[in-house]
């Protein structure tokens, strides 16, 4: 424009006013324009750079509110979770004993699993029903997958409705609306998309542990084998209980002693070690052989979380008291547990009256649930034999101040029995999966005190599985009479898991011969010199 000026100058001189106007309007002209397109650019930008803003804004708060939702895992109440994340992957949160890390996906998005309690009505369920089972464990894999696409659906879902309330409220115009509507769409849709088209199913049986699950695979052995012994063991359960239901009709052809009237039936159990299995079998040793109490001597747990709480719910349906004291597995938490149960006693250093028989216990000074905080080799150090054996000097104290005979004494490490050695008839003690009943080395001038230790009722439960030969289950039933005194008990051993052979051994206790009157006999003269015996008895 200039050099139009210039030539026009040039050719005629000043030029005219006309073409001078002309000129002037020509020049704005193109400074408008170049104004216009510059502002037009950058408002372009600015408005696609507003829109990513408010997309992610609304993808955020969408993930924040809808990425997250409670559902059902098997008997487990559980909670999934998605969140950003470069690496991906899935983590599997079992408080409070730790998390498994999978490598399940790559970026970007992140699945947290985190399981709950345990739901009593479904736990019960798979207790009653042996094959459910096996179809627990079948469903779970369809139950975690359709919780991830619930969870995801819903993740999209409110974060492309959050973004559209956001992007009206912001921009109040419907293209940009449907702008950040179809990104946010885009973006969740495309992450939760990368992550399923790069699922690793193989990624399960290479789980990374954290807290203390780390000493999971030393504890529980060989998963792949564990999981087909069990599967073996679940098929057979019916008939196992089976023949436990017809132990009661062999008692004729077992040693014979006198029932009085009122006799009291007692089952001792001990180290179920969480095996769900075992209440089958305790509900029909309890229905068939009246019994009238269950005493259990700790280990119901094996880590004492408060997932693992739940299991003592099927106390209550044994309809009879349950008298409890607590194992090293068992923490104050699993004792709080088993108290909450309708029917259910737990014993710390007390002394109390049961079905007309009079029982002291105490629970176990130790809470050792792995191999971590339990070493092997440190049940013999000298802090921990004064533990245990200060456990049972505690409760001699306490008996001794009661004032009043004790039938029964409880203590869940038999090394904490030497104490009450002459001060009650009978301990039960159990803690080292396998069944002994030995005399206490007597006190001069006390009673004479028996120990019994029971086996595993629960088959040492998963840790049962690691050998050859899988652990059986143990429990025992014994007989007072109506002078509180014990009769005679039942050994009932239950093949481990894999096997059904139930075996029942009685044994009588022999009361001892009332001591003989000394029968008079004449005097004979003796030398001076010579002492008269003096008679023992």
């Known amino acids: 424009m200039d050099r139009r000026r210039n030539d026009i100058r040039t050719a005629g001189g000043e030029s005219p006013p006309a073409v001078r106007r002309v000129l002037a309007a020509l020049d704005a002209g193109v400074r408008v324009a170049r104004a216009v397109l510059t502002s037009v650019g950058v408002r372009r930008t600015g408005v696609a750079l507003a829109i990513m803003a408010v997309t992610v804004t609304g993808i955020v708060i969408g993930v924040l509110l809808g990425g997250r939702m409670q559902t059902d895992i098997g008997p487990f109440r559980a909670e999934?979770?998605?969140?950003?994340?470069?690496?991906?992957?899935?983590?599997?949160?079992?408080?409070?004993?730790?998390?498994?890390?999978?490598?399940?996906?790559?970026?970007?998005?992140?699945l947290s699993v985190r399981l709950g309690s345990l739901d009593q009505r479904r736990t019960e369920a798979l207790i009653d029903d042996p094959a459910s089972i096996s179809r627990a464990s079948q469903s779970a894999v369809t139950d975690v997958t359709n919780g991830v696409i619930r969870v995801g659906v819903r993740t999209v879902a409110v974060s492309v409705l959050a973004t559209l309330i956001l992007s009206a409220l912001v921009f109040r115009r419907a293209r940009r609306v449907a702008w950040a509507g179809t990104l946010a769409l885009a973006i969740t849709g495309g992450s939760l998309g990368i992550a399923a088209l790069s699922f690793r199913p193989d990624s399960i049986e290479e789980p990374r542990y954290e807290g203390l699950l780390v000493n999971a695979p030393a504890i529980v052995g060989d998963a792949?084998?564990?999981?087909?012994?069990?599967?073996?063991?679940?098929?057979?359960?019916?008939?196992?209980?089976?023949?436990?239901?017809?132990?009661?009709t062999?008692?004729?052809?077992?040693?014979?002693?006198?029932?009085?009237?009122?006799?009291?039936?007692?089952l001792h159990v001990s180290d179920l070690h969480l095996n769900p299995t075992v209440w089958p079998v305790v509900r029909t040793l309890v229905e068939q052989f009246k019994i009238d109490m269950v005493i259990d001597t700790g280990d119901i747990t094996d880590w004492g979380s408060e997932p693992e709480a739940s299991f003592v719910g099927s106390i209550g349906l044994l309809k009879v008291?349950?008298?409890?004291?607590?194992?090293?597995?068992?923490?104050?938490?699993?004792?709080?547990?088993?108290?909450?149960?309708?029917?259910?006693?737990?014993?710390?250093?007390?002394?109390?009256?049961?079905?007309?028989?009079?029982?002291a216990g105490i629970g176990d000074p130790r809470f050792t649930p792995d191999k971590e905080t339990s070493p092997s080799g440190s049940g013999s150090s000298p802090q921990t034999v004064s533990q245990v054996t200060g456990a049972g000097e505690k409760l001699a104290s306490t008996i001794?101040?009661?004032?009043?005979?004790?039938?029964?004494?409880?203590?869940?490490?038999?090394?904490?029995?030497?104490?009450?050695?002459?001060?009650?008839?009978?301990?039960?003690?159990?803690?080292?999966?396998?069944?002994?009943?030995?005399?206490?080395?007597?006190?001069?001038?006390?009673?004479?005190?028996?120990l019994q230790v029971q086996g595993s009722t629960g088959g040492a439960g998963l840790r049962g599985l690691e050998g050859d030969k899988p652990t059986p289950l143990a429990m025992s039933v014994l007989y007072f009479d109506q002078q509180r005194a014990l009769?005679?008990?039942?050994?009932?051993?239950?093949?481990?898991?894999?096997?059904?052979?139930?075996?029942?051994?009685?044994?009588?206790?022999?009361?001892?011969?009332?001591?003989?009157?000394?029968?008079?006999?004449?005097?004979?003269?003796?030398?001076?010199?010579?002492?008269?015996?003096?008679?023992?008895?």
């Open 80 to 110: 999934m979770a998605i969140t950003p994340s470069v690496s991906g992957g899935t983590t599997v949160t079992i408080p409070p004993l730790g998390a498994l890390q999978l490598d399940s996906h790559a970026g970007p998005a992140h």
């Open 224 to 248: 792949r084998r564990i999981a087909d012994d069990y599967g073996r063991y679940a098929e057979q359960l019916q008939r196992m209980v089976g023949n436990v239901s017809q132990l009661y």
């Open 250 to 266: 062999t008692v004729s052809t077992l040693p014979v002693f006198d029932q009085e009237q009122g006799t009291v039936r007692i």
């Open 321 to 359: 008291p349950y008298v409890f004291i607590r194992g090293n597995h068992d923490s104050a938490a699993t004792a709080a547990a088993v108290d909450r149960q309708p029917n259910a006693v737990v014993l710390d250093n007390q002394v109390i009256t049961v079905a007309g028989l009079t029982i």
């Open 400 to 450: 001794r101040a009661a004032g009043r005979p004790v039938d029964i004494a409880l203590v869940h490490d038999p090394a904490s029995a030497g104490a009450l050695s002459g001060l009650v008839p009978l301990v039960l003690a159990g803690h080292t999966h396998n069944r002994e009943v030995r005399e206490l080395p007597q006190v001069p001038g006390a009673m004479a005190t028996q």
């Open 487 to 537: 009769q005679a008990y039942d050994d009932i051993q239950l093949g481990g898991t894999g096997e059904a052979q139930v075996n029942l051994e009685r044994h009588v206790v022999e009361k001892p011969e009332p001591p003989t009157p000394a029968t008079p006999t004449p005097a004979t003269p003796t030398p001076p010199s010579t002492p008269t015996p003096t008679p023992t008895g």
